[in-house]
C-alpha cells in the first residue's frame, strides 16, 4: 500500500463515520487530540454549542481552548466558519485558542481571514484539515499518525 493508497482509506473511513457522538468524527477527534495533547476534553451536549463542539478542559498555563469538527465531503464556506468563529468569540470570552478539525481542506486565504478576525480579540486559530494536493499530508492525518 502506497502513500496515496492509505490517506485515501484514512479520509475515507474519516468521512464515513457519524458527524456527532462519542462514536462518531467528533469523538475519534476528541479522542486524538486527548492522546496527542495530554489534556482532558469534553464534548458538548447538542443543541446550542457556541461556535464549538468540545472545550478543552483549562488548567493553569494552558489556553483555553474550543474545537470545532466538520466532517465534510464538500468545500467549506468561509461564511460558514466565520460565523462559527464569531460565536465562540461572542460566546466565550476566555477563550484563547479555537481550532477547527475538518475532512476538507481549508484554502490559505480563508485561514489567514480567520486569523484576522480572531486576532482581533487576542484568539489564535489553527485549522487540521485535510489537504488532499499532491504530495501534502494532510494536518489531520498527521495528527491521526501521532
Known sequence: MTTTDGLNALVRALRDMAKTGSDGFEGFVRNV????????????????????????DS???????????????????????????????????????WVVATTVDINARDVERLRDIAGDKYVSVECLDWDDSAGAIPSLAALCAR
Not at 493553569?60 to 465531503?73: D, G, N
Open 33 to 56: 487530540l486527548r492522546h496527542a495533547l495530554g489534556r482532558h476534553i469534553r464534548l458538548l451536549k447538542s443543541g446550542p454549542q457556541h461556535g464549538g463542539d468540545m472545550l478543552a
Open 59 to 97: 488548567r493553569t498555563a494552558l489556553p483555553e481552548m474550543v474545537i470545532e469538527c466538520k466532517r465534510y465531503t464538500r468545500k467549506l464556506s468561509f461564511d460558514e466558519l466565520r460565523t462559527k468563529l464569531e460565536e465562540a468569540l461572542r460566546e466565550r470570552p476566555n477563550m484563547e485558542l
